[in-house]
């Protein structure tokens, strides 16, 4: 079974540039999560969707990321403009269902802004 | 909030020891998740207890939940240097749609 894609895997970009991370998720799991991780930290959810739709995005700095998830299948998760505290990985992860699944996790986009 | 602590933070041992890890958190669950991550890559899932278990055992792997002091501990026997990686615990809340919470996690290296 093919686990969760991500790409690209490294990204160096300047402050204030624009970025964006792409999720193709396992088949047929219907909850796709987009975390950030900072190094020395555990992973904090940015956005869950459940399909096409939004289910948490509490944690999510709209003024500068977006997400989306068209189809419900692969997902998208752009930061513009990028600020230096941005520099982590982003990990994608799906599920099959929501709450007692087990989540997947990719292998995840690592991002340096300088 | 219910993000998990995690205990200790770094821990260092000699390969064949074993290795305890140990998450408390604050609210109710669903299920509790024990997650390994080598250095550079993503999470591996390990285990998953839920809420009505209290012991589960997958492989090197013992797992313990006590929800009534809200604490799991994740033990691994004889442990390999190809066990050096962090640790987390993440938790299902109770009555949510599924928004997994991750601790700080443990960082293990294993001595050869």
């Known amino acids: 079974e093919a686990g969760v894609a991500q790409s690209p895997r490294y990204k160096i970009i300047e402050k204030r540039q624009s970025v964006a991370f792409w999720c193709n998720p396992i088949?047929?799991?219907?909850?796709l999560y987009w975390y950030q991780q900072i190094l020395g930290q555990g992973p904090k959810l940015l956005i869950q969707?459940?399909?096409?739709?939004?289910?948490?995005d509490s944690q999510l700095p709209k003024d500068r990321f977006s997400a989306e998830r068209l189809k419900g299948v692969d997902s998208t998760l752009k930061i513009q403009p990028a600020k230096l505290e941005d520099s982590a990985v982003y990990l994608c992860?799906?599920?099959?269902?929501?709450?007692?699944?087990?989540?997947?996790f990719g292998e995840g986009s690592w991002l340096t802004v300088v | 909030s219910q993000q998990g602590e995690e205990d200790p933070q770094a821990l260092s041992i000699q390969e064949g020891e074993n290795a305890t890890m140990n998450c408390s958190y604050k609210?109710?669950?669903?299920?509790l998740q024990w997650y390994r991550q080598n250095s550079g890559r993503g999470l591996v899932h390990l285990i998953l207890?839920?809420?009505?278990?209290r012991e589960k055992h997958s492989g090197r792997l013992r797992v313990t939940l006590d929800t009534s002091k809200k604490s799991s501990s994740l033990l691994i026997t004889a442990s390999r240097a190809a066990d050096t990686a962090s640790y987390f615990c993440?938790?299902?809340?109770?009555?949510?749609?599924?928004?997994?919470?991750f601790g700080q996690g443990t960082t293990l290296q294993v001595k050869p």
């Open positions: 992860a799906s599920s099959f269902g929501a709450s007692g699944n087990t989540i997947y």
């Open positions: 207890i839920r809420s009505n278990e």
């Open positions: 088949s047929g799991h219907a909850t």
């Open positions: 609210t109710s669950i669903n299920n």
């Open positions: 969707f459940q399909n096409n739709g939004v289910v948490d």
């Open positions: 993440a938790m299902h809340g109770s009555g949510n749609t599924g928004k997994l919470i």
